[in-house]
């Protein structure tokens, strides 16, 4: 598969859904202001970008934030429910982006990681700022969608768009090493 779309939204009762978001917002969460959504050094191509805010989830396997639990129950579930393998979590981190005052801005076009893996993305809200990947010499949309998941190989360069319509735009970047499978 290139680009792997579950969406929950109609499946899953939107109380769940608003209770996972509630618990990812919680002042349990410790949220942090990041300068640039990417490190300077990986930023080749001089891109513009924002601040945004992070909160790491799980690290190197191993669960950082209390609210943790809450993010490997979700993806068991997932997992039940899709049939798609996920084998070894390297990393979950939170991002919220906003509207900026410079309009629609993209984060530098990039990768995750530089070593086999798969992108797993969980948008928590509906936003009109969007992920875009390229694959080959086309690029892909997907529009943020309360529940929805999104699973592509981490190879993929993709970026973030800030929203210009919602007022923020709230997902979950999980890295799997290794393969995850359909």
């Not at 410790?30 to 300077?40: A, D, L």
């Not at 969007?130 to 694959?135: C, E, G, H």
């Not at 998941?149 to 007022?167: D, I, K, L, R, W």
Request: aromatic share 10%; glycine share 6%.
């Amino acid at each position: 598969y290139e680009i792997y779309q579950c969406d929950w939204s109609s499946d899953v009762c939107s109380s769940d859904l608003d209770k996972f978001y509630n618990e990812v917002v919680s002042p349990r969460v410790k949220w942090q202001i990041e300068p640039s959504t990417i490190r300077p050094e990986d930023n080749k191509d001089g891109q513009n970008d924002f601040m945004f805010l992070s909160a790491q989830f799980i690290g190197n396997n191993l669960s950082i934030q209390p609210t943790s639990h809450i993010i490997l129950n979700l993806l068991s579930k997932f997992q039940n429910r899709t049939g798609v393998k996920i084998k070894d979590i390297w990393r979950v981190q939170g991002n919220i982006t906003t509207i900026t005052p410079k309009g629609r801005m993209n984060s530098p076009w990039h990768c995750d990681r530089d070593v086999p893996h798969h992108v797993i993305l969980y948008y928590i809200n509906d936003s009109d700022g969007d992920t875009v990947l390229r694959i080959g010499d086309k690029e892909e949309r997907v529009t943020p969608k309360k529940g929805r998941f999104v699973v592509f190989n981490g190879s993929y360069v993709h970026c973030g768009e800030t929203p210009m319509n919602t007022q923020m735009r709230l997902i979950l970047n999980m890295n799997e090493i290794g393969r995850a499978h359909v």
